[in-house]
């Protein structure tokens, strides 16, 4: 069975929304969404640290992507899930979901400032076109 699994890719146009979703399993805790464009490094979109009862501390998000997407976590379908709206061009890129299970907030920082994840998913296409 697969760790993660990323789902909702697609194409838009500016200003357009897509939602992507990935699965993951009952013992995740810390989940990360990244993209990387052709030509480009892997970069940081946004972290979720699912095991708590503060959603604001528990979420961050890249400067980039402030303002425009939401990530949350939906417990009763095991998915942890990236809203983006207003995109643009520049969020062109394959998507990939990294999971880890952690037991506090703090181990869930560390893992997204050093993106040390143990599980990764293939990724999906989001192009953005002008």
């Known amino acids: 069975q697969a760790q993660v699994v990323e789902s909702g890719g697609g194409s838009v146009q500016a200003g357009g929304s897509l939602t992507l979703s990935c699965q993951v399993l009952a013992d995740t805790t810390c989940v990360g969404w990244f993209r990387q464009a052709p030509g480009k490094e892997r970069e940081k979109v946004a972290r979720?640290?699912?095991?708590?009862?503060?959603?604001?501390?528990?979420?961050a998000y890249a400067d980039s992507v402030e303002g425009r997407f939401t990530i949350s976590h939906d417990n009763a379908k095991g998915t942890v899930d990236l809203l983006m709206t207003n995109l643009q061009p520049e969020d062109t890129g394959k998507y990939y979901c990294a999971a880890k299970a952690v037991s506090q907030i703090g181990l869930c920082v560390i893992a997204w400032s050093r993106i040390d994840f143990p599980h990764w998913g293939p990724g999906t296409q989001v192009t953005v076109s002008s």
């Open positions: 979720i640290y699912t095991y708590t009862y503060l959603p604001t501390s528990a979420r």
